[in-house]
T-cell receptor, first 111, second 115 residues
Framework: GDSVTQMEGPVTLSEEAFLTINCTYT??????LFWYVQYPGEGLQLLLK?????DKGSNKGFEATYRKETTSFHLEKGSVQVSDSAVYFC??????????FGQGTRLTINP | DTEVTQTPKHLVMGMTNKKSLKCEQHMGHRAMYWYKQKAKKPPELMFV???????INESVPSRFSPECPNSSLLNLHLHALQPEDSALYLC??????????????FGSGTRLTVV
């Protein structure tokens, strides 16, 4: 079945550091790919998405490129802020209406 | 309106109680979902409604009973829950284009504690 694998956390960085959170997927065909962010005590917010190979999703300084050849959708940000501290979920959608999540990566940014 | 609104935000209930969680959206989305999220875990799909009809039930125990009265509302009726059912319950909605999901939007969730 479809699956998503994220790098294990927690990840701790200093403010203004470069961020990469790795995400790889297993799915047949061409799934849509998503990154969601969950701040403490809140629901999930869509951070960015890509629906076909080589698409780049971007939002709030975060970027991720849909790489079909490596089945990856790594999340990057050039300079993180304390306010970026949250849990980040990579997810895919292929089958009707189902969203398959990775395990989540907890990110902590220290001032 | 680009939100999914869930009420209540917090709920404490006894194992013999009956309660309901409510979810509302006015984005014209025709698919609505219930997810359950335990601490430090990703959300797990429970139910999917497409065009107000139940299309997916992920083998959820019958003590959870979903209802979709119209295209904007989704309820989750709870009865005889167990302490292990304590979790964050998330509602979501999405646009549908064929079988593909687009524009998935989550609510802030109801944090349920069963005592």
């Amino acid at each position: 079945g479809d699956s998503v694998t994220q790098m294990e956390g927690p990840v701790t960085l200093s403010e203004e550091a470069f961020l990469t959170i790795n995400c790889t997927y297993t799915a047949t065909g061409y799934p849509s790919l998503f990154w969601y962010v969950q701040y403490p005590g809140e629901g999930l917010q869509l951070l960015l998405k890509a629906t076909k190979a080589d698409d780049k999703g971007s939002n709030k300084g975060f970027e991720a490129t849909y790489r079909k050849e490596t089945t990856s959708f790594h999340l990057e940000k050039g300079s993180v802020q304390v306010s970026d501290s949250a849990v980040y979920f990579c997810a895919l959608s292929r089958e009707a209406q189902k969203l398959v999540f990775g395990q989540g990566t907890r990110l902590t940014i220290n001032p | 309106d680009t939100e999914v609104t869930q009420t209540p935000k917090h709920l404490v209930m006894g194992m013999t109680n009956k309660k309901s969680l409510k979810c509302e959206q006015h984005m014209g989305h025709r698919a609505m979902y219930w997810y359950k999220q335990k601490a430090k875990k990703p959300p797990e799909l429970m139910f999917v409604y497409s065009y107000e009809k139940l299309s997916i039930n992920e083998s959820v125990p019958s003590r959870f009973s979903p209802e979709c009265p119209n295209s904007s509302l989704l309820n989750l009726h709870l009865h005889a829950l167990q302490p292990e059912d304590s979790a964050l319950y998330l509602c979501a909605s999405s646009q549908l284009q064929g079988d593909r999901v687009y524009g998935y939007t989550f609510g802030s969730g109801t944090r349920l504690t069963v005592v």
